[in-house]
């Protein structure tokens, strides 16, 4: 099975308005194949997170998408599988892959995560 075939479940914080925005954003523009992706609000499911595998703390600070073989990506990883299914994204799926770009915007990442949260307290 392809990486970019079957269903997706992206779990995604429900209580951040910038996610829920980016999530808004991608179904947009995924028209119908945006239909294969379920979106699984993480906010106050730490035992269902834990079960799949996936660290609640970590879960809020970076993207988790769990494959139709039952593998979760997480991070880049995670982004990478989730544009790459959206014609229009598959380009920027392409570039955040390269070597330089992808470790340089996961440190951004990190960082504006850390500051949305440090907001939160």
Request: net charge positive; glycine share 6%; charged share 30%.
């Amino acid at each position: 099975m392809s990486m970019t075939a079957g269903k997706l479940i992206v779990y995604y914080d429900g209580s951040c308005p910038v996610c829920i925005r980016d999530r808004r954003w991608y179904e947009k523009l995924a028209g119908k194949t945006g239909e294969s992706v379920e979106w699984l609000d993480i906010t106050g499911r730490d035992e269902e997170l834990r079960r799949q595998g996936v660290a609640p703390d970590k879960a809020l600070r970076e993207l988790h998408v769990k494959d139709a073989r039952g593998e979760i990506h997480s991070e880049m990883d995670a982004y990478i599988l989730l544009m790459s299914r959206v014609l229009v994204l598959k380009p920027l799926a392409w570039l955040i892959s390269l070597p330089l770009i992808r470790p340089a915007l996961a440190r951004l990442y990190h960082s504006w995560v850390e500051r949305r949260l440090a907001g939160r307290s």
